[in-house]
């Protein structure tokens, strides 16, 4: 009941803050009932700070009543911080006017909002944030052939295929050189030589005969003029024993050692029949290739001596066949052949030095 009496005799009651409280009526004894102590010592304090009406109170002017001491300013609440924006979600940039944007999917994020997202690798203005071409527009780079012009394709078509026509010859003339003999070699052998030497020429067969059997000495003895006028001729050199003993205990022997003399002999014997006489136009060439060899062999050997010069040479091939295996029931003659070539003439450039 005492609320009830506060709000009517409040400063927002129906009574207002100056009109008294009205005695309740008599009881028992006809006393006056009067509020209580507690009461009108809460109806002060209520009205000297109250300052907001009841919400069960109507709506009236509040009256002038002197200054009261404003109220404390209610202390704002803090504003929350904003949270922190996550380390891998991209700031969202401003849509670009093309009608389907799509921001880049790795940009950066410490990208500040609203700038416009930097252009991709391989992506023209034109195209857009989007990545697309532009209607209409052809974003394909021709390379190659297609970049050239149509005369400049013709040409280069012209030119690929000569290459392949030459290349298809090529092959077909080195495979008819290494294979067997056939019709088509014997035919056209002369040719088929024409084009492999002397650029071309090819030491290997396609089908290999039997391996050779046989050890082949090439020696050489010279006929020399000597100083005071005379002349002597030689002993003979074993060129290929001294190439032997060179590449015996040798773990990496020259080529040259191994492979100059014999082959100067193989094309010597290519190109001459048993009777030394030349087969063909390299024959001379092969004889000279030859010569030059043992002249140089015999200018280290210091053959001529002091004061001789070299005039004459001539060369002996000694041919010794490999002896068969004990489970071989094949005999072959172990005794050596040979092969004696004619004497050759030493041109004065090459007798003097000429060749080193």
């Not at 005799?9 to 008599?26: I, K, L, N």
């Not at 009406?53 to 209610?74: D, I, L, Q, V, Y």
């Not at 390299?282 to 002091?306: M, S």
Request: one cysteine or more.
């Amino acid at each position: 009941m005492d609320a009830y009496e506060r709000g009517s005799t409040g400063p927002g009651g129906r009574y207002g803050p100056d009109r008294a409280e009205e005695p309740r009526g008599t009881q028992g004894d006809g006393e006056a009932a009067a509020p209580s102590a507690p009461a009108a010592e809460r109806n002060a304090e209520s009205a000297e700070g109250a300052s907001v009406p009841s919400p069960r109170s109507e709506a009236a002017p509040r009256p002038e009543t002197g200054p009261h001491p404003e109220p404390a300013p209610r202390p704002e609440p803090a504003p929350h911080p904003e949270p922190a924006p996550h380390p891998e979600a991209a700031p969202h940039p401003e849509p670009a006017p093309h009608p389907e944007p799509a921001p880049h999917p790795e940009a950066a994020p410490d990208a500040e909002v609203g700038s416009a997202p930097a252009p991709r690798s391989g992506v023209s203005p034109e195209q857009g944030a989007s990545g697309r071409a532009a209607p209409g527009q052809d974003t394909a780079t021709p390379s190659g052939l297609a970049a050239l012009s149509l005369p400049y394709q013709i040409g280069a078509a012209l030119a690929l295929a000569v290459v392949a026509v030459a290349a298809c010859v090529h092959l077909g003339m080195v495979f008819l050189y290494v294979a067997p003999s056939n019709t088509v070699t014997k035919q056209h052998g002369k040719a088929v030589d024409e084009w492999i030497y002397p650029e071309f020429e090819q030491n290997w067969k396609l089908f290999a005969p039997n391996p050779l059997q046989q050890n082949i000495g090439v020696q050489v003895r010279a006929e020399i003029r000597t100083a005071d006028g005379g002349y002597r001729t030689t002993n003979w050199f074993d060129l290929s024993a001294e190439d032997g003993r060179a590449i015996d205990g040798n773990p990496l022997p020259s080529h040259t050692q191994q492979n100059e003399l014999r082959r100067a002999f193989d094309f010597y014997s290519s190109t001459h029949d048993g009777e030394n006489r030349s087969t063909g136009l390299r024959g001379a060439l092969a004889e000279q290739y030859l010569r030059r060899i043992v002249v140089l062999r015999l200018g280290r050997d210091d053959a001529a001596g002091r004061g001789g010069v070299l005039q004459r040479v001539q060369i002996r091939v000694r041919t010794t066949n490999v002896p068969s295996p004990e489970w071989s029931e094949e005999n072959v003659s172990t005794a050596p052949e040979y092969r004696l070539l004619p004497w050759w003439t030493v041109p004065d450039g090459e007798a003097r030095g000429g060749v080193r």
